[in-house]
């Protein structure tokens, strides 16, 4: 095989392998570095036996996740306040042109899915994303975990059961999580906190992660009222010179506050029964410096 069919057959698989990545670890610069890495394994490797590459790169990539995942897990105990992922540009194209198909790839990759798989164990974890994200059969998954093919499926079982326990039950229309997102602005941008307060669920929360290093709660708020305060206050205090956007981030909208054209701060909700259920900002300079948004 020469070097360009090397390349181009990775280049082939790469958008799968970075989406593994990133379910695995909840960061674009972290999945970045794994994918780079399975590129130099593959690129050094004996081809002459790999008779299904693609199982073979995300074989690779999923132990290099896992093992960065164990790595991370001590730093993330030690993470100033609630951590939330890396936001992520979501655009599936017409490479996922089935809507049921697009929908699994826009679940698996939000941010409430993405939180609950912190709390799995690495194995755990990557059983998960293998088997529900992209539908690899437990025997493949087995082999890149160097594991029984039932212990595979007990991990996935275990793993499943703790995600549907934690994970929001609302099945929302994606045209309603955009109005509603855009009715979120239009009240939070008003004179009188009374329509914003409409919008919210009566034991709404609102997750914030800075990372310690930009201003943000370090605590989850609750209730209407005091979320509703929060956001009518941090809405009055954006400068003038700002910019608004809405673009589509982990799988569904997300308003994004730009500062001199690069990004300050990523704000996101959770809808059901026609009400905000729970915000999420990222003020993480870490998280958005690569977002491409600008």
């Known amino acids: 095989m020469t070097a360009d069919a090397v390349t181009e057959l990775f280049e ?33 490797a004996a081809r002459e036996d790999v008779r299904e590459p693609r199982a073979y790169l995300v074989r690779i990539t999923t132990r290099l996740a896992v093992d960065r995942l164990r790595h991370l897990a001590s730093r993330r105990e030690s993470y100033p306040g609630p951590w939330l992922p890396e936001p992520l540009v979501t655009d599936f194209g017409p490479a996922v042109p089935d809507t049921a198909e697009r929908a699994v790839l826009a679940d698996s990759v939000s941010v409430a899915v993405l939180v609950v798989l912190e709390s799995l164990s690495p194995l755990e974890r990557a059983v998960f994303v293998l088997r529900e994200a992209f539908g690899f059969p437990y025997s493949d998954i087995a082999a890149a975990l160097d594991r029984t093919e039932a212990a595979v499926r007990q991990l996935g079982g275990r793993a499943r059961r703790h995600v549907e326990e934690r994970r929001p039950r609302y099945d929302v229309d994606p045209a309603e ?25 009566p034991d709404v929360r609102l997750v914030s992660d800075s990372g310690g290093k930009a201003k943000a709660p370090r605590r989850i708020i609750e209730t209407a009222d005091k979320v509703g305060r929060f956001l009518f206050a941090v809405m009055g205090e954006l400068g003038p010179d700002g910019e608004i956007r809405i673009v589509e981030l982990n799988g569904g909208p997300a308003v994004v506050y730009l500062v001199g054209g690069k990004p300050d701060a ?29």
């Open 266 to 294: 990523v704000f996101q909700i959770e809808v059901g029964q026609g009400v905000i259920q729970c915000a999420y900002i990222i003020r993480n300079p870490d998280k958005l410096a690569g977002l491409p948004i600008g």
């Open 12 to 44: 082939e698989h790469r958008p799968v392998l970075t989406g593994v990545a990133y379910r695995m670890l909840g960061r674009v610069a972290d999945a970045e570095d794994v994918v780079q890495e399975a590129w130099l394994r593959w690129s050094a």
């Open 177 to 201: 999580r955009r109005d509603l997102t855009e009715r979120f602005l239009a009240a939070a941008s008003g004179g009188a906190i009374g329509p914003l307060l409409e919008l919210l669920a």
